[in-house]
C-alpha cells in the first residue's frame, strides 16, 4: 500500500510539474511574439508611410507632367523637384524598413519551440529514469515468485 501511495505522489508530482512546464512554455512563447511583433510593427508602419508617400510623389509626378506639357519651365522644374524630393523620401523610408526586418530575424518564436523540445527531452529522460527505479530489482522478483504473487 505504501509503494502505491509514493507512486500516486509522483504521478501527482509529475502531472503538476508537466502542468507548470506547459504554463511557462506559453507564457515564454507570448513573451516572445510580443517582442518579435513590436520589431515587425515599426517595420510595417514603415512601409506603409512609404506607401503613403509614394501616392503624394504619384500625384506630384502627375501635377508634374501636366504643368509641363501646359506651362513654361520655371513651375514644371519646381514641381519636379518636389517630384524628386518626395521620390529619395520614399527610398530612404524602404531602405530603413527593409533593414529593421532583417534586424528582427525570424517571425518565428525560437526560444520557446527550443524550450519546448528541451522540456520534451527532459520529460523522456525523467520517464525512463522514472521506469528504471519502479522495476523490482531481481531478488525483490525472486521473492514475490517464491510466495508465488506478482510484482
Given at each position: ?21 506547459v ?101 523522456k ?18 521473492s ?8
Amino acid at each position: 500500500m505504501d509503494l502505491r501511495r509514493r507512486i500516486a505522489s509522483s504521478l501527482k508530482n509529475v502531472r503538476d510539474r508537466g502542468q507548470r512546464l506547459v504554463q511557462l512554455n506559453v507564457e515564454l512563447l507570448k513573451a516572445e511574439l510580443k517582442a518579435k511583433g513590436e520589431k515587425y510593427g515599426v517595420a510595417v508602419a514603415l512601409f506603409l508611410m512609404a506607401a503613403l508617400l509614394a501616392l503624394y510623389a504619384l500625384g506630384f509626378a502627375l501635377a508634374t507632367l501636366a504643368v509641363a506639357l501646359h506651362l513654361v519651365l520655371p513651375l514644371w522644374l519646381s514641381l519636379l523637384i518636389v517630384t524628386v524630393a518626395l521620390l529619395l523620401l520614399i527610398l530612404l523610408l524602404v531602405l530603413v524598413g527593409r533593414d529593421r526586418l532583417l534586424r528582427a530575424g525570424s517571425p518565428a518564436p525560437d526560444k520557446a519551440i527550443a524550450e519546448a523540445r528541451a522540456s520534451v527531452t527532459a520529460a523522456k529522460a525523467q520517464l525512463k529514469r522514472s521506469e528504471l527505479g519502479v522495476t523490482p530489482t531481481s531478488a525483490a522478483a525472486e521473492s514475490a515468485r517464491e510466495e508465488g504473487g506478482r510484482i
